[in-house]
């Protein structure tokens, strides 16, 4: 491995939010973590590796394009794929290694074809925007295939990042659920992803499913004609991306257990089932890649009970990064959560704000996605009491865009009490658009 400079190497800090009191008897510890990495991101340098300043760590990209036969009704949506695509190519920083894959029901290699990746230049990007002009529409859609094949071509190249954009228009007909998770569990841990959605004729669960297994970002672009001002963005994003497979190490003492972990934001996304144990009593939540960001996660702990008076150290946090070798580099943040036992009443019951902040998120991530799937499913009256105190939440808690997204799907008659009514017609893009971003958080106001 490589020798750096400390301003060389992006910097990790740990900063722990909470309240560490618990009345005599009480055992559930919650902190909000955020992690904060700087300085990556203006010298271009990685973990592990040396890069000349200005070019960044070496980087593989797949951009996968659907390409099934619903892709041409209207004919523009190909067009602005094509589009689309070949304005992320041009975003590309000199010296990427990237691939554009053909999706239907089978994946098929655009460029540059062999089972290899290009290397960005003003050459290759040329050669890559007129092979695009060769695609086109008819097939189905089997996006698992698309992914395995991605896969295989990130792993032709000994790149720090790999990272994947997926488009589809459709619903994944032509494998089973099943070869989909299958393909996602072969894949998670290898490379990330972004997936977006373009018109109306997908699942959003689908999508959003692939976002959160491969830890990248979901999106709706209602209008093809959006698609290529998102790419760029996503490519621009990628591109900023400095450190990858950071992992968050959580270490107990004996008698404590994690009861969950979460991120919070900027989304909300589940961690607690994607442990891998790292030792005695230590184990690594993955959080993918990383450019200059900030991120926050909730960690809620059980520990023993206790005397009054007493305290205890319930969770050391610390950021790894895995080596080829096995080995992991500890990337020297370092957070802890306490836990102090008091019989001061005002103390022990007092909520921690981010705690508080984090927890109403997650309950409004949650409200959105059950009362649109009550909506569906004709449980009128359910579906109101949820969004109801969806928007009872996102007004608390100051989410101005996810507060228009819901008055597009209720009439708000009074934010602070949630009461609302279902509007009798909803364009179904306003709905996908409000389930696709229902886990996009805002942050607590420090």
């Not at 230590?282 to 702990?301: F, K």
């Not at 927890?359 to 109101?384: F, N, P, S, V």
Request: contains cysteine; aromatic residues 4%; hydrophobic residues 40%.
């Amino acid at each position: 491995m490589a020798n750096f400079s400390k301003s060389n190497v992006p910097q990790f800090s740990v900063d722990v939010y909470q309240n560490e009191y618990l009345p005599d008897g009480g055992r559930e510890v919650n902190a909000i973590v955020t992690v904060t990495s700087t300085g990556g991101g203006t010298v271009g340098s990685s973990v592990g590796a040396s890069y000349a300043p200005g070019q960044g760590p070496s980087a593989g990209v797949a951009i996968m394009v659907d390409c099934s036969g619903s892709m041409d009704y209207p004919p523009t949506k190909m067009r602005n794929a094509r589009d689309a695509t070949a304005a992320a190519i041009d975003t590309l920083r000199d010296g990427t290694h990237f691939a554009v894959v053909g999706g239907t029901h089978v994946a098929k290699e655009v460029y540059p074809g062999g089972g290899r990746l290009a290397v960005a230049d003003r050459t290759t990007r040329e050669q890559a925007k007129q092979a695009l002009r060769r695609l086109s529409a008819g097939g189905g859609t089997a996006i698992g295939t698309w992914l395995r094949l991605a896969d295989r071509l990130l792993s032709s190249a000994d790149v720090a990042i790999r990272h994947g954009i997926l488009l589809t228009d459709g619903r994944n007909e032509h494998e089973s659920p099943e070869d989909l998770r299958a393909a996602l569990d072969s894949c998670a841990g290898r490379f990330t992803c972004d997936a977006r959605g373009v018109g109306t004729d997908w699942e959003v669960k689908e999508v959003t499913g692939i976002a959160s297994a491969m830890l990248g970002t979901a999106d709706i672009v209602a209008d093809p004609a959006g698609l290529a001002a998102d790419f760029t963005q996503m490519m621009e994003t990628a591109m900023g991306k400095e450190v990858a497979d950071v992992a968050l190490r959580l270490w107990t003492p004996v008698g404590t257990t994690i009861k969950f972990v979460k991120q919070v934001a900027p989304t909300v996304e589940q961690l607690t089932d994607r442990r891998t144990e790292a030792g005695p009593r230590a184990g690594d939540y993955p959080t993918g890649s990383w450019g200059d960001e900030s991120r926050d996660y909730h960690v809620c702990v059980e520990v023993p009970s206790a005397g009054l008076g007493q305290e205890m150290l319930a969770a050391r946090v610390s950021l790894v990064v895995p080596q080829p070798d096995g080995s992991v580099q500890n990337l020297g943040a370092q957070g802890l959560i306490r836990a102090v036992w008091t019989d001061d009443m005002a103390a022990s019951t007092s909520i921690n704000p981010q705690v508080a902040h984090y927890t109403g998120q997650a309950e409004l991530a949650q409200a959105i996605q059950k009362g649109l799937d009550l909506r569906k499913a004709g449980d009128m009256d359910g579906a109101t009491a949820k969004l109801g105190r969806a928007v009872q939440l996102a007004s608390a808690s100051g989410n101005a865009d996810t507060a228009k997204l819901l008055a597009k799907v209720v009439d708000v008659v009074d934010a602070a009490t949630g009461t609302v009514r279902l509007k009798a017609k909803v364009a179904e893009a306003d709905e996908m658009t409000l389930e696709t971003r229902s886990t996009k958080t805002v942050r607590v106001k420090k």
